[in-house]
């Protein structure tokens, strides 16, 4: 497959351009948000309220030109409101699928652990195979089709903490922060009179979408480079302050990331560094501590580098 790198590199250009002129001073966030969009992966965003996160997800969302969904997640949620339900047609005497908002190319899933674990679950299938089985039958989704979702970490009361079947299948987990003071002040003088979100559109089509993706499935992945990869995912699994270590599902999404850093820094091939840059938001929330381990008490971040720095970095 012939690579057009400049061409790659204007339009996920075009997409960051787009999304930071309402999201404010987290271009590293931003960056992570579109490689992991690149790559064919589903986002978390996990953070306290009122810094961004919905506004990040419909930023990025309304950045391309695809259908998109959102489902606020509440605890009286069904999972027919998610996947869609099969209606009797009096009239004839026939049954009719109406399919539910997963069938988009974008779907904001907002405070997704204050549904219960039956609804949160009816998105596992969905998220993994891009298809969703209702009463026996079979039904695909759009493509290209990922899922945004966010999550409060601090309010307990009322919510269901996503199952590590579920956390699995999210490719990265992303904290957003406070902005800084500079951009804290743009916010208000940008925001006092309108919701800059409401003038956003799409900048690229959901078939220039496709091929970007395409292109990352395509860059170069050295055998080197791979090996390193495998080593670093088993090395996760050998620790012994790691009660579980990440799956080879995680190895797949640390790989399909890592190729999506490269497009993003204008390559056709994935260094070791890209690797080393994309292991926290790719492993971080798949590794379980051991408690009482020294790691038990340090951060994700923390945690993540002491794997990576202990494996060698190919030449």
């Not at 993994?128 to 601090?154: C, D, M, R, S």
């Amino acid at each position: 497959m012939n690579i057009d790198l400049e061409k790659s590199s204007g339009l996920i250009k075009k997409i960051k351009d787009n999304v930071t002129k309402v999201f404010l001073g987290k271009d590293d966030v931003t960056e992570k948000v579109i490689k992991a969009m690149l790559s064919g992966g589903h986002i978390l965003l996990e953070d306290i309220p009122g810094v961004g996160k919905t506004l990040l997800a419909k930023a990025v969302a309304r950045s391309v030109s695809g259908e998109y969904r959102r489902i606020q997640f509440t605890a009286d949620l069904l999972p027919t409101d998610v996947t869609g339900v099969t209606v009797y047609q009096q009239k004839d005497g026939s049954f009719v699928f109406r399919p539910g908002p997963v069938f988009c190319n974008v779907l904001l899933a907002d405070e997704i652990n204050r549904a219960t674990p039956r609804t949160q679950s009816s998105l596992l299938e969905a998220m993994e195979e891009l298809q969703v089985t209702v009463e026996g039958q079979l039904h695909k989704l759009n493509e290209p089709f990922f899922v945004i979702a966010t999550q409060n970490p601090i309010e307990l009361e009322g919510t269901y903490p996503l199952p590590f079947s579920q956390m699995d299948r999210f490719m990265v987990r992303l904290k957003i922060g406070y902005p800084d003071f500079t951009n804290e002040k743009r916010i208000l003088a940008e925001q006092r009179v309108l919701d800059p979100i409401d003038t956003l559109t799409s900048v690229i089509e959901i078939e220039e979408l496709l091929k970007l993706q395409d292109t990352v499935r395509n860059l170069k992945v050295s055998d080197p480079v791979s090996e390193y990869i495998v080593k670093i995912a088993r090395r996760s699994r050998d620790i012994e302050s790691a009660e579980y270590g990440v799956s080879p599902r995680c190895c797949l999404d640390l790989m399909r990331y890592s190729q999506a850093a490269a497009l993003c820094a204008g390559r056709d091939f994935v260094t070791p560094d890209d690797v080393k840059s994309s292991a926290e938001a790719v492993m971080g929330h798949r590794i379980i501590v051991r408690k009482g381990s020294r790691l038990a008490t340090s951060s994700e971040t923390e945690a993540v580098d002491s794997i990576v720095e202990s494996v060698e970095v190919p030449l």
